[in-house]
Each structure stands twice: as structure tokens, then as C-alpha cells.
């Protein structure tokens, strides 16, 4: 449906789980497509996860890897220089809640001064579009659900939260100045097979094998907008193919051609019953035995620094924009997490 031939795609974090995943689909959709991979495969998670991900593209001959940190310029400028990309994807980042308050350094560099190179990459050499990821964590300790992109957003509660609604602030301060046309797009708690281990499901999955207790945090009283990860790649896609139009104002100075999206499954599930189904999942696929003994390895904790009650999306603009909002279901998604683990750490572990 939508075709990228003869466009240069450049992809950040594609050795990263929605970055692999979205490289792999618009190469295999779009063989007159090139998309460029850029990723400095970093060990906040397991590398050879990364590494395992980066092999889908061994026999994928339009997809070109370029091993770096978004924060060097130079080597920004040179990708830049050299394959002068049509559409810019910009997934790489320090991810993750928890971490920002134990390594801060990792947010600055990769997602503010990363962000800002290639901001200017895409001001010196023009692009039609420049997606990138936000998060649904912008939306903070929102009370007012579902959380829509007219909600003001000004109450981050966790530095990487604060990052990401600082490259919203950029892309637009970019988009005015230069007529960069702009999407953001806010994810809300991406999973699926090969996703992060520093995620709850992983996590909980690799401790309940280890035979360790997992943590339920604000006692199980928290409700998460979980979307599987194939939902979010055709968001994108959607999102990638539509550049937000270059229109000029009353004052004969452009309008920021600038979008912001919500993508995430818009029904909100409580965290006991998340963990309910990934473990009737977990044995239905032989990760763990039949007789497990699951309520001793359940402990309820307190809410954690950086972390929210519930997420929830509304994804009426995404909807009306490009006629599309995910529907996978948790019990489809973490089947097919399940099903993955067994063969994956089977095979590898
Ligand atoms: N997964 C989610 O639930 C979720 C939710 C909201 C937003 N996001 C955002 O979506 C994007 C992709 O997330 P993901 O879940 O695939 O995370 P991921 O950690 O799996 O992928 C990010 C990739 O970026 C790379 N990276 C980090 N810093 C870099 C740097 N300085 N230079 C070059 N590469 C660097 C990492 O090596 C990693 O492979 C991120 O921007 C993340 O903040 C993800």
C-alpha cells in the first residue's frame, strides 16, 4: 500500500526492537527502497539480542548498516552527506524509566544531543519527512484518561519523559524555522517477541525461570495501554508515507508542517491480569512447567520513582489521519512472546 521505491530510508536503532522490525518490513516491502540502519548497539540490554535482531538482515540486500552514536556529529553529517536520506526515522535512544535515574548521562547524550544532530543533519540536507519517536511517558501523571495530544503536557515525572517531550519542543522550533516536515510519534509500552528484556514481561519471564520473585508495583493497581509491536511498525509506516503538508500563513512565513500521534492499543489492561494471561502463556508454550508455583513468586510493591498509574491512548487523530488503530490483542501478543522465548533462549541460552 505504501511504497517507498526509490526512496533512501534512514532508521536509527535498528539493531533496537522497533527498529529492527520496522527495517526488516519496509526492505522486504520495498525492494526498490534502501533504508540505511544506524545504531551504536550499546549494552543497556543484552548485545546479543541486538546482534541476533541486526542477522534478520544478512540476506536483505537493500539494507545498508552503519555502526555509531547519534550523538557524534560528524558521523551524522557523513550518513547525511553521503546518502542524502528522503525520509529520516529516528528511534535510537536511551529508553527505559528506571535507568534515567541511575545513568542520566545516557539520556542527555543519545536523546537530546543525538536528537539535536540530527535536527540539523535534516535542516542542511533537506528531507521529506522526519518521524521520530516519542512516548507516552510525556503524558506524565495525567489524571485525564484517555491521554489525546491536546492534553497538556508540562508535568514530566522522570528524565527520560523530560527528554522526550523535549524533542517534540526541537522538531518544532525545526519545523518553523526550516520546513522540516515533522511527525512524533508517542508509543505506548511496545512489546512482542525479541522486544526488551528490561521490560516487564521479559523481566518477569526471565525471573519466574530463574525461580525469583517478580514485583508487581502500586500493588497490581496499574493499568497499561500495551501494543504489540507489528501494530506499532504499521503506524509508522502509515505515518512514514504522509509527511504533514507544507502550508504558508497569514503572515506569508510557513507553518510548521508538524504532527504529533498518539500509537498504542487504546484499551487499557490492569496489571494482575497482564501478568495472568503471560503466565497461562508462558505454559502454554513449555517456558515453564504445568505445575508452577506462580502466587509464591508474585510480590505486590509500592509505585516506583518515574512511573505512572495507567496509560491509555486516544487514537481518534491517528485513526481519522491514516484509517488505522491497532488491534492486536494481549492473548495473540504474548502468545507469539511466548511461543518466540521458547525457541529463541532453547536454542541460544
Ligand atoms: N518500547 C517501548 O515500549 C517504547 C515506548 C515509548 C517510546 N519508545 C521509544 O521508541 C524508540 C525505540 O524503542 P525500543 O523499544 O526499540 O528501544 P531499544 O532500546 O530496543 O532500541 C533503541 C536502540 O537505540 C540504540 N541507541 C541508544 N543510544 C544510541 C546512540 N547514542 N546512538 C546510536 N544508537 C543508540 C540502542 O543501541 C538500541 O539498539 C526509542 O526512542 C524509545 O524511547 C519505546
Redesign the pocket.
Known amino acids: 500500500m505504501n511504497n517507498f521505491d526509490g526512496k533512501k530510508i534512514l532508521i536509527?536503532?535498528t539493531?533496537?526492537?522497533?527498529?529492527s522490525y520496522l527495517a526488516k518490513r519496509v526492505c522486504l516491502e520495498n525492494s526498490g527502497a534502501k533504508v540505511i540502519g544506524?545504531?551504536?548497539?550499546?549494552d543497556?540490554?543484552d548485545v546479543k539480542l541486538?546482534e541476533h535482531r541486526l542477522s534478520w538482515f544478512e540476506n536483505i540486500p537493500n539494507f545498508e548498516f552503519v555502526k555509531?552514536?547519534?550523538?557524534d556529529k560528524k558521523i551524522i553529517n557523513q550518513i547525511f552527506e553521503k546518502y542524502h536520506p528522503d525520509i529520516v526515522v529516528n528511534?535510537?535512544?536511551?529508553?527505559g524509566v528506571r535507568y534515567s535515574i541511575e545513568n542520566p548521562d545516557?539520556y542527555i547524550?543519545?536523546n537530546l544531543i543525538?536528537f539535536y544532530n540530527i535536527l540539523e543533519a535534516c535542516r542542511h540536507y533537506p528531507v521529506e519527512h522526519l518521524v521520530y519517536?516519542?512516548?507516552?511517558?510525556v503524558y506524565g501523571g495525567n489524571k485525564k484518561v484517555p491521554f489525546s495530544t491536546d492534553d497538556k503536557v508540562d508535568n514530566p515525572v522522570s528524565l527520560?519523559a523530560a527528554t522526550?517531550k523535549s524533542n517534540e519542543l526541537l522538531a518544532h522550533a525545526y519545523s518553523k524555522l526550516y520546513n522540516i516536515p515533522s511527525t512524533g510519534l508517542?508509543?505506548?509500552?511496545?512489546?512482542g517477541p525479541a522486544?526488551?528484556p528490561d521490560?516487564a514481561y521479559f523481566g518477569f519471564t526471565n525471573k519466574l525461570i530463574n525461580g525469583e520473585k517478580i514485583q508487581i508495583y502500586n500493588f497490581g493497581n496499574c493499568r497499561r495501554d500495551f501494543t504489540y509491536v507489528d501494530d506499532i511498525v504499521e503506524g509508522i509506516i502509515r505515518v512514514m508515507a504522509k509527511a504533514p503538508e507544507k502550508k504558508d500563513g497569514e503572515d506569508g512565513l510557513p507553518l510548521p508542517p508538524y504532527k504529533v500521534y498518539n500509537i498504542g492499543n487504546s484499551n487499557p489492561e490492569n496489571l494482575l491480569d497482564f501478568v495472568k494471561i503471560l503466565q497461562e502463556e508462558l505454559v502454554r508454550a513449555e517456558v515453564l512447567p504445568q505445575d508452577y508455583d506462580f502466587e509464591s513468586h508474585k510480590e505486590l510493591v509500592p509505585m516506583q520513582p518515574g512511573d505512572v498509574p495507567v496509560t491509555y491512548a486516544d487514537t481518534t487523530d491517528l485513526y481519522n489521519d491514516f484509517g488505522f488503530k491497532p488491534t492486536t490483542s494481549l492473548r495473540t501478543g504474548l502468545r507469539n512472546f511466548a511461543e518466540w522465548y521458547k525457541q529463541f533462549y532453547g536454542e541460544i541460552k
Open positions: 536509527t536503532g539493531a533496537g526492537f522497533i527498529g544506524f545504531d551504536s548497539i550499546n543497556y540490554y541486538k555509531g552514536n547519534l550523538a528511534l535510537a535512544a536511551q529508553a545516557a547524550e543519545a543525538g519517536a516519542s512516548s507516552s511517558s527520560y522526550k508517542r508509543f505506548f509500552t511496545v512489546y522486544g526488551r521490560m
